[in-house]
Nanobody, 124 residues
Framework: QLQFVESGGDLVQPGGSLRLSCVSS????????IAWFRQAPGKAREGVAC????????TFTDAVQGRVTVSRDNIKNTVNLQMNDLTPEDTAVYYC?????????????????WGLGTQVTVSS
């Protein structure tokens, strides 16, 4: 069974940091581009950042520019999203997803395997 499982979501205070992880089961991440998306209550799912097969990263939204870092470990089949200086606007369910595309994209239809998400809540 192919699975993609996120973890690391938590309740944090504004200004705090979190490291989200995504681990694949049943398949290797080596041949996939991986992206992080998020969805806040009442809002559409939006792309946060991605990392392609060569390890090149792209940040999709200006709202997180300079505050997030994406990394991957193909041996451990893990992708991480480090988020710093969190604000209440970062509150959302965060998802990771795989794509066979070679160029990072926010087009949701390009992504095949999705995780179930991990909740990030930023509040004082």
């Amino acid at each position: 069974q192919l699975q993609f499982v996120e973890s690391g979501g938590d309740l944090v205070q504004p200004g705090g940091s979190l490291r989200l992880s995504c681990v694949s089961s049943g398949f290797s991440l080596e041949n996939f581009m991986i992206a992080w998306f998020r969805q806040a209550p009442g809002k559409a799912r939006e792309g946060v950042a991605c990392i392609n097969r060569r390890g090149e990263t792209t940040t999709f939204t200006d709202a997180v520019q300079g505050r997030v870092t994406v990394s991957r470990d193909n041996i451990k089949n893990t992708v991480n999203l480090q988020m710093n200086d969190l604000t209440p606007e970062d509150t959302a369910v965060y998802y990771c997803a795989t794509s066979r595309a070679t160029i990072c994209t926010t087009r949701i239809g390009s992504y095949g395997i999705w995780g179930l998400g991990t909740q990030v809540t930023v509040s004082s």
